[in-house]
Every structure is written in structure tokens, then in C-alpha cells.
């Protein structure tokens, strides 16, 4: 116990020594309603099909057979309510139907992002298709340039966990094969080609994760739990030309690491919650000065597994979600402030997320 308390206090004091970073915004494969509603705070506390992507050894939680058929994800800037009023959005993830919209509102941040991901999952063995829209995009006061990133990923994700010492260690890892379109463009011209085959480039690369959770058997079950992402390096040169001819090929993806803590305190027979502080980009923090961009920490209230009540700290910004489950569906809300400007001009892009899940 003394060794978590410990690492808590390790991670408070990087919360409190944050300084400056980049003015862009922090990017990962994956992440959900309920780590979004958790301050990001989530590869310690994961415990369904979502492991598969967010931390491996996280299968090893699972107690039965179950599958996800239909979960569609909707994460949007809260922007967009008044970029609509200003100019109709049609196409939420064509970067030329948007054009018209970010000139509406210049100097507006648009975020968009829409994900699936049907799975099937047991303890320690899971296998899931994933897709993913993702488009942000902000006009200069002039009208003259145009920022955009754009991802659309079709990924086939495989996963296996082994248990060790009665599950109180779990080591995963999975396989990720990932057919990536991306734009990542800060001087785009909004009078010239917008047109994906133009802009963007494509390929597919084969990614692996692995993670370890360590649980002490103690009251509160105290839990150290780290993910190395993108094991060295995920490069899309496997294949081109699958969705789209070009030789341009995506960035590759480097190496880097996240690190958690958390608490699991039960309170009453029907009541019992979750503590968790996460740092993000443990190998590549040296090149983000704004150190508040990598810090994530949240709680969770279960109630009869019924109702969740969720709040945290992401990037400087508060979240919160709430969550409504029954045997068969959940339905997820939260909202969350995202960082994309850096420490000298702090800037918040406050987001909200709904999920709708159905399973087997």
C-alpha cells in the first residue's frame, strides 16, 4: 500500500511541475466515452470489449462471452452548434463540404469524430473491427488558410492476456492491422484541390500494444497498470492503394508509453467506486514542453452496476460523463475539454460524447 501511495504522489507532483507544449492537439488511436467522462484516465481502469484497444492485459478482467454488435460513437466540439447556425454542415467529415463553414467562423475550432467498433470478447482473448472518422479543421481571420487533420482508420484488432498469481498479474497484448487515410495540413488553401487523393495520404501498417496490470490483494485493490503503444514503431508501408492511390503514406506512429495508478474502494453492497491518475507519452514527453497535455485523472461512481456517475482532470479541464447500462444496452454521455493551444496561450475546446451500445 505504501508503494501505490507513493506512485500517486510521484504522478501529483508531474500534474504540479507541468510546463508549456505544443499548440497542437495530443492525438490517440482510441479513446471512449468513459475514459473521455474519466479525464482520459483509462488503461488502469478499462473492464470491457474496449480493452482490446485501450490496454490488453485489461482482458484478463473480463468474466464472460459477449459480443458487441451495433456502438456507434458520436464526439463533437460544442462549436459546431453555432458553425451550423452560420452555415449548414452536411457532410460533418469532408474537408471541402466544410470549407464553407470554418470560413463562416474563422478563428473557430471544428472537431468531429464518429467510431464503431464491433467486437467479440472473452477473459484474456478478444477480436474487433474498428472504423473511424475523425476531421478538425479552424480558418485563419483572413480567410486565406485552412488547418486541417483528417483520419478515417479501418483497423482488424486480435488480442490476447495471460494471468499470473491468480490474475493479480495480467500481461497482454494485441495485433493491430490498421488501414490509415490522413490529412495533416496547416497551410491548406481553401481555394485550391480539397479533395482527399489531393491532400491526404494512405496505407496500411501492422501495429502492436502490450500492457501490464499489477493488482495488490489488499482492500481497494490497489493497481499499477502501464502500455507500451505502437511497439517499435507502426509504419504504414505494408500495403498502399487500398482505399485510395497516392504515395504518400501516413506518419509513421512512434514508440511511447502510458502509466497508471488506480484505487477500486468498495462502499456498500450496491455502491463502489474507481480512483485513477494516468501520464501519457512516458518515452516522448521530452518533446512536449506543455507537460499538463500528458496528465489524466478521474473517478467513477457504480451503483448496482446500473448507474455510473463520472468526473476528472484532462489537460486542465474538467469532465464528466454519466452512464445508464442494463444486461443488454448501455447509453453514455460526457463531455470533456480538450488542450490545443500550449502554456504560454491556453486554449480549451469543450467537446461532448454520446455512445449507444448493444450487446449479445
Do not use: C
Request: proline share 3%; net charge negative.
Amino acid at each position: 500500500m505504501k508503494r501505490i501511495s507513493t506512485i500517486f504522489l510521484i504522478l501529483s507532483g508531474l500534474i504540479l511541475s507541468s510546463h508549456d507544449g505544443w499548440a497542437r492537439e495530443r492525438r490517440s488511436f482510441y479513446e471512449g466515452a468513459r475514459g473521455r467522462a474519466m479525464g482520459g484516465a483509462q488503461i488502469a481502469t478499462v473492464n470491457d470489449e474496449t480493452a482490446l484497444l485501450i490496454n490488453p492485459a485489461a482482458l484478463g478482467k473480463l468474466r464472460d462471452f459477449y459480443g458487441t454488435i451495433f456502438d456507434p460513437e458520436l464526439d463533437y466540439s460544442n462549436n459546431v452548434n453555432s458553425m451550423n447556425q452560420a452555415s449548414s454542415i452536411t457532410q460533418p467529415f469532408s474537408i471541402s463540404a466544410i470549407k464553407d463553414t470554418l470560413d463562416a467562423s474563422r478563428e473557430t475550432y471544428y472537431h468531429a469524430k464518429a467510431q464503431v467498433f464491433p467486437s467479440l470478447v472473452a477473459r484474456n482473448f478478444g477480436i474487433g473491427l474498428y472504423g473511424s472518422y475523425l476531421l478538425d479543421g479552424e480558418m485563419n481571420a483572413a480567410g486565406t488558410n485552412m488547418d486541417i487533420f483528417y483520419r478515417n482508420d479501418i483497423a482488424l484488432a486480435l488480442g490476447y492476456n495471460f494471468r499470473f498469481f491468480d490474475g493479480r498479474i495480467k500481461l497482454g497484448f494485441n495485433a493491430k492491422l490498421i488501414n490509415r487515410i490522413e490529412v495533416d495540413n496547416q497551410t491548406v488553401d481553401p481555394t485550391g484541390a480539397l479533395d482527399l487523393p489531393t491532400l491526404a495520404s494512405e496505407g496500411t501498417g501492422l501495429s502492436t500494444d502490450v500492457g501490464l496490470i499489477m493488482t495488490g490483494p489488499w482492500t481497494w485493490l490497489p493497481t499499477v497498470s502501464a502500455v507500451v503503444h505502437d511497439v517499435g514503431n507502426t509504419a504504414f508501408d505494408k500495403a498502399s492503394g487500398v482505399r485510395l492511390s497516392t504515395t504518400n503514406r501516413p506518419a509513421t506512429v512512434p514508440q511511447d508509453m502510458d502509466v497508471a495508478v488506480a484505487l477500486f474502494p468498495i462502499h456498500s453492497n450496491r455502491v463502489r467506486s474507481t480512483w485513477s491518475l494516468e501520464y501519457r507519452g512516458l518515452l516522448t514527453s521530452s518533446q512536449e514542453t506543455d507537460k499538463a497535455k500528458l496528465i489524466h485523472g478521474g473517478v467513477e461512481f457504480n451503483i448496482s452496476d446500473i448507474l455510473f456517475i463520472r468526473a476528472g482532470y484532462n489537460q486542465r479541464y474538467y469532465t464528466a460523463g454519466v452512464e445508464i447500462a442494463s444486461e443488454r444496452m448501455q447509453f453514455q454521455i460526457a463531455t470533456y475539454g480538450e488542450e490545443i493551444g500550449d502554456e504560454t496561450a491556453p486554449r480549451e475546446d469543450r467537446r461532448t460524447v454520446f455512445k449507444f451500445a448493444f450487446r449479445f
